[in-house]
Structure formats: C-alpha cells, structure tokens
C-alpha cells in the first residue's frame, strides 16, 4: 500500500518536474543576498527561468509577465520591504501563484510583523524551517535564535497546520522530514541528507523550486509543494553520493538536479500521508 502510494508520488513528482523542464515558467524572486546565486542556480538546473527583479520600479510592469513571484525576506531592509508587499499585491491581484520564505521569522519584531504583514497577502504557499513556522503560528517573537531551527520538523507539524487554517495558505515545514498540509491534510517527504543543511540558502533555494512547481499548477499547491521538496531531496541525496563536504554537494546537489531522470524521481521520491 505504502509502496503504491510513494510511486504515485514520485509519478505526479516527474510530472510536474517533466513540466518545468519544458514550459521553463518564469519566476521572480525578491530574495536575500546569501542565496540569489543557489536560488537562480537550482531554478535553472530544474529548467525554470529565475528573474532576480526587485525594484517598486519595475514590478508593475514585471510581475504580469511571471509564472510565479517568490518572496524571501532573509535580508530583510527597510526598503525593500515595500517593494516585497507591492509585488505581492499585485501576484494576488492578478491571481498569480505567489510563495513566502520567512527566513528567521521570530528573530526580530520588525521581520515578524513584516512576515505577519506579508501574510495578509495571501500567499499561496509559506515554506519555513521548524522555528519560523512556529513563530509566526504563535505570532511570537524570540522563539528562534537565527536563521537555523532550534526544533525538529516534527515539533512544528500542529503550528503548520494552524498557520495553514489561519492564513489560507498551503504551508511546508522542512527538515528530516519535510511536512506539508493544507491545514487538513498532511503529507511528509522523507528525502534529502542532513549535509543540506550545513549549506547556506538550501532553504531559499527549495522554497523557490516550490514556486517553480506551483507555477505548473497552481490549483495543486499541496501536491506541487510536496513534489518539490521530495525532488530537492533526491538531488541532495544522489549529490552526496559523490560530494565531499558541504561545498561540493552544493555543487553535486544542482548537478544532480539538472540530470534527474524519470527512474531515479519515481523511485526516489519518499512522500506519504502522515
Ligand atoms: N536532517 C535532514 N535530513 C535530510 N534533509 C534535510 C535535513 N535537514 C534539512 N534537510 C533539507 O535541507 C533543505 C533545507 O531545509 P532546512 O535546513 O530545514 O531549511 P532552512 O535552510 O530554511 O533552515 C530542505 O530541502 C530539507 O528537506
Ligand atoms: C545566513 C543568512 N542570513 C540572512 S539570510 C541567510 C540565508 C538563509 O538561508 P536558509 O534559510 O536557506 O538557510
Ligand atoms: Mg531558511
């Protein structure tokens, strides 16, 4: 049964990574300054096309034109923060998939409210580590000491569930095991290695596959979130087989990305209903 379950997955996972490859969706990314360089880089292995475009400028003519804006406020400035909020107005307004990394969420009062704030915009999706998910479930301040987790994945799978009910939004946690829900149902994706996480910005740089995937079909956000995690982990998985430490994985991790190919997603992808 579980058996079953796990090829349909790693099948809809191929599917959607299938899609990327040959429709290639155009993704604008309001990013921090750690991940731009993984974040385009991982885009464009998995066959999408990132657009690093920020300015308040250029948005009303840019955002349009995407498949999906993707918003991380791991650098968060005073001024950016506006043009983070009207790129993400104008995706909702346009009804265009829009997806939110709120890099150390409970580090500060100012990245909380600004997250907070964020969030009344309707993201499609919100993917954080287990800290960040909590924070801003509990809409606490102080309950992370950076942009790292201090809980397990597990820990946060109630918060998730009550930030997806509050928000509307399909929310993933990610870790070990990477859970999504849609504040009813829930999957887990049990792929990647811990190696991944001694990697700056592989956080930034899953959450902006997410966009790329819910830029295929954004109707099945649940089910896009998920396959993108499970393929991120796949490509980490197989990069560690040759890498040497967290600097060649990073490269072997997008190598691996690039020449993904359909046996090695649909026997490798580990996603299940929890
Ligand atoms: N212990 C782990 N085992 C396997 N994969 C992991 C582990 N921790 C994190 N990952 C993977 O690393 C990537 C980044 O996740 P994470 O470190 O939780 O995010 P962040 O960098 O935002 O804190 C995700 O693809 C996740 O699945
Ligand atoms: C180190 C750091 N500082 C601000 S943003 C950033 C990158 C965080 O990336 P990730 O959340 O993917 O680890
Ligand atoms: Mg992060």
């Not at 819910?214 to 998920?226: G, K, L, N, W």
Request: aromatic share 4%.
């Amino acid at each position: 049964m579980e058996d079953g379950e796990q090829r349909e997955w790693g099948a809809k996972a191929w599917t959607y990574l299938s899609s990327v490859r040959s429709l290639a969706p155009l993704i604008q990314c309001i990013t921090n300054f750690v991940s731009m360089d993984l974040t385009a880089n991982t885009l464009l292995s998995a066959g999408a096309s990132p657009a690093m475009l920020h300015s308040p400028n250029e948005s009303p003519d840019f955002t349009p034109q995407v498949n999906a804006l993707y918003i991380n406020v791991g650098t968060l400035s005073d001024n950016w923060l506006p043009a983070m909020e009207l790129a993400a107005q104008l995706a909702s307004k346009l009804n265009k998939p829009w997806v939110l990394d709120p890099v150390a969420a409970g580090a500060s009062r100012f990245r909380l409210k600004a997250c907070l704030d964020l969030i009344s915009l309707k993201p499609t999706v919100i993917r954080g580590n287990a800290s960040e998910i909590i924070a801003l479930a509990k809409a606490s301040f102080a309950s992370t000491k950076g942009v790292d987790s201090s809980h397990d994945s597990t820990d946060a799978v109630e918060a998730a569930k009550s930030l997806a009910n509050s928000s509307g939004a399909v929310v993933a946690v990610s870790g070990a095991v990477d859970f999504v829900t849609d504040g009813n149902r829930i999957v887990g994706a049990r792929n990647g290695v811990p190696m991944m996480q001694k990697i700056t910005a592989t956080g930034c740089a899953v959450t902006a596959l997410i966009a790329a995937f819910v830029a295929i079909d954004p109707s099945h956000a649940m089910e896009a979130t998920a396959s993108a995690l499970a393929v991120f982990g796949v490509a980490g998985e197989l990069g560690m087989e040759t890498a040497r430490g967290p600097a060649s994985l990073r490269t072997h991790l997008i190598d691996s990305l690039h020449g993904l190919d359909q046996t090695a997603v649909i026997s490798g992808v580990k996603i299940t209903a929890i």
